[in-house]
């Protein structure tokens, strides 16, 4: 009898606590390290005292997998990129259709939206909007590797044990490239892509000796490229422009294939608790004045008119050094990513990975 | 009477709640979980069958379990490593050192463990990249006339590896030595016996227990440990668990991935099974012991 009792209490003790802490309305983001800048939430918390907003750092992968995880349960706002949406949603069901009236597209630039809704539509319904852009392309020491030019130049031996790249998608694609295919326009045959990753398969263990080793995030090649044990990499311009800051020698190089352009978005996932919350982060960091701390902290560019100009100085400065009008027509945005690519990818990384060539 | 032995039964199911509930919640039910996902084949965006696809894939594919035997062998590597170091170590500690130091050395033992193993990688990242210490210290030394790279092969990994699990070793070691009488050792000696004899038939036979306990724990930690090799491997180190993270998250294959999984777990055990069957010790009087 007694033990009853202690159980109601707790029980109803928990259905308290549970009623509290629902007065309070909870953002809970799910984007990429540095896209939730500290002065920026507690702007937005100051703006909307009755949010709280909560941050957890993913990558575009690991959003996918939590998402499906879950249902899409668990968070109110992700940020994958633009061709990480079309068929996460067709496999996994993750997201909902965005309501397009609560937010402020007019400010956004007008064919990076058109892109991303292109890319997102399923059945008529628009999944994401885009927030930022960027490029993953290559980054060279100038005064080192000066004719760092192309992705293939990652494999020159004249950098022998002096280059490094990540063992990723981009990769791949860039390489691809290199060879005079078009891996975008492949998606739609997949044998037809498979014939083109064993090419780069082969190409890249070739390379495998050229190769000091493979990054695995940010900080590790931030630390090979500033002490000089590598002359070059391939890079997100991100990094690369956080390393122009402290050696000016160190900039992002286009490749002359194209740098490859990635536009990270804003989707509601289907299980999201909060959507008026997540519609009001979403126009909060698209004011022009947000866009510049946010820009500030990713070192990437906004997707609104001007994205560009609203760049603070010094990351203007860096991609001013690193792009030409040239390469910004020349940029090629990462196509939609069809069911079973990443598989296909997969395996072939992993064949690479596994080989013995260096 | 009767409410007593109430109450006793009780205390008794109080008692074994947690454990059981910890048993079934968190190792029993994922378990499960693993091994139905684990026989599920992607037919078409989401439509499955039961099949044993993904335990055929890693058979007919020579990457998978190649890695697996790679991550095996070099786990027995470092299970072998940490012995040999450990021991001497353990006896040290256990049998030679006074009352009063031995607190402190096993005290010096533990204290890496107080950091996480990130920061330990990150430690021997400092000390053996080409710009690091011992690469600058040799160069200062004019042993060598340019930077040599000590990171990013199997022998950094390897090194990191006995570093980290080498503790585990040592624990279990150090309470079986400390159980043994020092007659047992002088009777050794007065029978004649010289050191290497003493140390085959007396001193390891009698910390067996100890050492198969420490074996077992070390390999386990190893073959599933991730960031480790993963940070401090080269371009050509695979580890299995790579592999693992690889079908979940970069394939998308949760199916493929909770197969590796479990071949992991079938592969690690049919390693201890093999060697308590080798050595003639059991479970029951190794690990459940100390």
Redesign the interface.
């Known amino acids: 009898m007694h033990f009853k009792t202690t159980l109601a209490g707790l029980l109803a003790a928990t259905m308290l606590a549970g009623a509290g802490s629902a007065q309070a309305e909870t953002l809970r983001l799910l984007t990429w390290g540095s896209y939730a800048p500290d002065e920026l939430i507690e702007k937005f918390e100051a703006e909307y005292p009755d949010i709280d907003v909560e941050v957890t750092f993913s990558n575009n992968?690991?959003m996918?997998?939590k998402l499906?995880a879950t249902g899409g349960a668990g968070f109110d706002l992700a940020q994958p990129s633009h061709d990480r949406i079309y068929a996460a949603q067709?496999?996994?069901?993750i997201y909902k259709p965005l309501d397009l009236s609560k937010i402020d597209t007019s400010v956004m630039e007008a064919k990076l939206l058109d892109g991303v809704k292109e890319n997102t539509t399923i059945e008529g319904e628009v999944y994401a909007v885009p927030h930022q852009w960027g490029t993953s392309g290559l980054m060279a020491d100038k005064t080192k590797a000066p004719d760092l030019k192309s992705w293939a130049d990652l494999c020159n031996p004249a950098y022998e044990g002096k280059t490094s790249m990540r063992l990723?998608r981009t990769i791949l694609l860039g390489t691809a490239f290199s060879m005079g295919e078009d891996p975008f326009a492949a998606y739609s045959d997949l044998d037809k892509y498979q014939g083109i990753l064993d090419k780069v398969a082969e190409k890249l263990i070739e390379c495998?000796g050229n190769?000091?080793?493979?990054w695995?995030g940010g900080d590790?090649l931030s630390?090979m490229m500033l002490?000089?044990?590598i002359v070059g990499s391939e890079t997100w311009d991100s990094t690369a422009y956080k390393l122009f800051d402290q050696n000016e020698n160190i900039v992002f190089v286009p490749p002359k294939e194209g740098a490859l352009a990635w536009i990270d978005t804003f989707a509601l996932p289907r299980k999201a608790k909060a959507d008026d919350a997540a519609y009001k982060w979403i126009n909060f960091v698209l004011r022009p004045e947000n866009v510049t701390l946010m820009s500030a902290s990713t070192g990437a560019i906004a997707a609104v008119k001007g994205g560009q100009d609203l760049l603070p100085e010094d990351k203007k400065a860096a991609v001013n050094a690193a792009f030409t009008a040239e390469d910004i027509d020349n940029l090629k945005f990462f196509a939609n990513i069809p069911?079973g690519v990443?598989?296909m990818?997969?395996?072939t990384?992993?064949?690479i990975?596994?080989?013995?060539?260096? | 009477m009767m409410q007593n032995k109430d109450i006793k039964r009780l205390s008794l199911y109080l008692l074994f709640a947690p454990f059981a509930l910890w048993i079934i919640l968190l190792v029993i039910l994922p378990h499960i979980g693993m091994v139905v996902l684990s026989l599920k084949e992607k037919i078409a965006?989401?439509v499955y069958e039961y099949s044993f696809a993904n335990y055929l894939e890693f058979l007919h594919e020579p990457?998978y379990w190649?890695?697996l035997l790679r991550t095996g062998s070099m786990s027995l590597l470092v299970t072998a490593l940490a012995l040999l170091i450990g021991f001497p170590i353990a006896y040290y500690i256990a049998k030679i050192a006074g009352p009063r130091s031995r607190g402190g050395l096993f005290l010096l033992c533990l204290i890496p463990l107080w950091v996480s193993d990130l920061i330990r990688a990150f430690g021997w990242?400092l000390l053996l990249?080409?710009?690091g210490v011992i690469s600058n210290f040799l160069l200062w030394t004019g042993l060598i006339g340019e930077p040599v790279?000590f990171?990013?092969n199997d022998v950094a990994v390897i090194v990191g590896l006995t570093y980290t699990v080498i503790l585990f070793m040592i624990v279990p070691l150090v309470s079986t030595l400390d159980g043994m009488d020092n007659a047992m050792i002088e009777a050794g000696y007065n029978l004649g016996g010289s050191g290497f004899t003493v140390l085959r038939r007396i001193i390891i036979p009698y910390a067996m227990p100890g050492i198969v306990a420490g074996c077992i724990v070390t390999f386990m930690l190893t073959a599933g440990s991730y960031l480790t090799p993963?940070?401090l491997g080269?371009?050509?180190s695979?580890w299995f668990t790579e592999?693992i993270y690889?079908?979940?998250?970069?394939?998308?294959?949760?199916e493929g991935g909770a197969a590796f999984g479990m071949l992991l777990l079938f592969f690690t055990s049919l390693v201890i099974w093999l060697g308590l069957k080798l050595s003639g010790q059991t479970l029951a009087n190794t690990v459940a012991k100390s």
């Open positions: 992968e690991e996918i997998a499906r067709l496999e996994y069901d990723k495998k190769i000091k080793a493979y695995k590790d630390a002490s000089g044990e069911p990443e598989d990818e997969g395996k990384l992993e064949k990975k596994a080989a013995t060539g260096g | 965006p989401r990457i190649n890695t990242i990249r080409e710009t790279e990171l990013y993963i940070l080269g371009k050509n695979s592999q690889n079908q979940f998250i970069t394939r998308f294959n949760w």
